[in-house]
């Protein structure tokens, strides 16, 4: 939540510290705009919110992964009914081709993977989440070896 300073923007002191729920956050109109998009958004919104991880301020990178998540969804049905590659004919024989949309997949994997560590979707992400910070071991390591 954010609330109009003299400096711009701040977050409301209410907010600060505590994770959302589903209900407050705004479903971005990039999002709205497509049904695997929004089912997304309501399945990693609802995860999230269990976990105490969900924060207004992650409503737009959200947004995108969902959308890149719908993105996913076309292309893998697209691929599903033509194939990853097409033959084409010319002076040197027939030849396989990679499908372009085959080449946008695999790009879009590769994002995916990122947007999904970023919000803590994958099981490493989650172990970094919930690693002692730095300091806090050090001190212990400290406090044990004295």
Known sequence: ?????????????EAQG???????????????TDKDARAAWKVVTEWL?????????DTYSLAIMCRQWARY?????FIDEHGE???????HGVQQKTR??????NDLERRMRSSFTEHGLTPMARVR?????????FEELSKALS
Do not use: H, N, W
């Open 1 to 13: 939540m954010l609330q109009g300073g003299k400096g711009g923007f701040e977050p409301k002191p």
């Open 18 to 32: 505590t994770a959302q729920k589903t209900e407050e956050l705004k479903i971005p109109p990039i999002v709205r």
């Open 49 to 57: 919110a269990k976990r105490d991880m969900l924060d207004g301020a």
């Open 73 to 77: 969804v076309a292309l893998m049905k």
């Open 85 to 91: 590659t097409y033959e084409v004919s010319g002076r």
């Open 100 to 105: 372009p949309e085959a080449v946008q997949l």
């Open 129 to 137: 989440l919930r690693a002692p910070k730095q300091t806090d071991l």
